[in-house]
Each structure stands twice: as structure tokens, then as C-alpha cells.
């Protein structure tokens, strides 16, 4: 798929959660109306210090679509303040400790995505009622929780959720 015009530039969100402050990168389409929006949530690995935009197609195809598009960075990951995964989970997998380690990162990392729809609910330019949300790997994960646990959300796509 091509997608022609002129190139897309997002406009960095801060995104405040209790002591972190969430780093999101917020792509709008042109309209004089409030727009629907998706929210997609990264995986794993996405370095701490990273601008990582996600995939600058994925937010042009939104876009053509007339969706805006949100890539945030949870806590501690890329441009949000936080600690890492690997300093909240340091128990062996497969063992009882990971899993209540585990359970416990996503339950905080996943209020960050709760965050991220209260943010969008609030702007002007966002049509509050047609938020989606979607994410791969532990951002399929991210997905499913954040369904799960607000029914504000319109939708949600969740592909290759991680199994750990």
C-alpha cells in the first residue's frame, strides 16, 4: 500500500499518570469535526530514550482513513519516565514470584493506557465516544486488559499477543 501526500508530522503529548509523566506521539487528520482515534500499544522493546514513532505508515494509513492516531510510550519505555520491565520482574519465569511480579507490572502499565483514553477523551479535536485501541505482542496484551477493564473504548484489535 502507498499512501501519497505530504509528509506527516505528530505532535508530542505528554500524558500524566501518578509519578510518571507517559510520552505519546499524537498524529491528526485535517477536519473541522472531532475525529475518531486509535491508541496503538507497543510491545516490549522499545528501549527507554528512544523517540520511537512506531511505524509512520501505520499512522499515514489512519490518517487516511480519517482517524487519528496515538503511539504512547508507557511507563519506562521510550520517552516516559518510569522503570523498566526487567527492574519490576526480576523473579525466574515460570515461577510463582514472575507471575505476581508480572501481573503486578500490568496491571500499572496498563493504567497508563487508561490514562492515555482519559487524555483523548478530553480534546476537543477527538470524537470521545469512537476511541479504538489495538497493540501486538505485550501491546496485545495491553489491549485486551484495557478492554477489559474500561468500556469507554469503541474497539480493540489485538494481533500476536504475547503468551508470557
Given at each position: ?54 511505524h ?12 487519528a ?28 514470584d ?37 497493540g ?12 477489559a ?16
Open positions: 500500500m502507498r499512501i501519497d501526500g505530504p509528509p506527516i508530522t505528530p505532535t508530542e503529548v505528554s500524558i500524566p499518570n501518578g509519578e510518571n509523566d507517559l510520552a505519546g506521539f499524537l498524529f491528526l487528520p485535517e477536519s473541522d469535526t472531532p475525529v475518531p482515534c486509535l491508541v496503538d500499544n507497543h510491545g516490549s522493546q522499545l528501549p527507554p530514550g528512544t523517540a520511537d514513532l512506531s509512520p505508515q501505520t499512522a499515514a494509513f489512519f490518517l487516511s482513513l480519517g482517524y492516531y496515538l503511539f504512547l510510550h508507557r511507563a519506562g519505555y521510550g520517552n516516559s519516565s518510569g522503570t523498566l520491565l526487567a527492574q519490576d520482574v526480576t523473579a525466574p519465569r515460570g515461577t510463582p514472575h507471575d505476581r511480579q508480572m501481573a503486578g507490572r500490568l496491571k500499572r502499565e496498563n493504567g497508563d493506557v487508561i490514562a492515555a483514553l482519559d487524555c483523548l477523551t478530553a480534546q476537543p479535536k477527538i470524537a470521545a465516544d469512537r476511541i479504538a485501541v489495538m501486538s505482542s505485550l501491546g496485545g496484551i495491553h489491549t485486551l486488559l484495557a478492554l477493564r474500561d468500556k469507554r473504548w469503541r474497539c480493540g484489535l489485538n494481533f500476536s499477543g504475547g503468551a508470557s
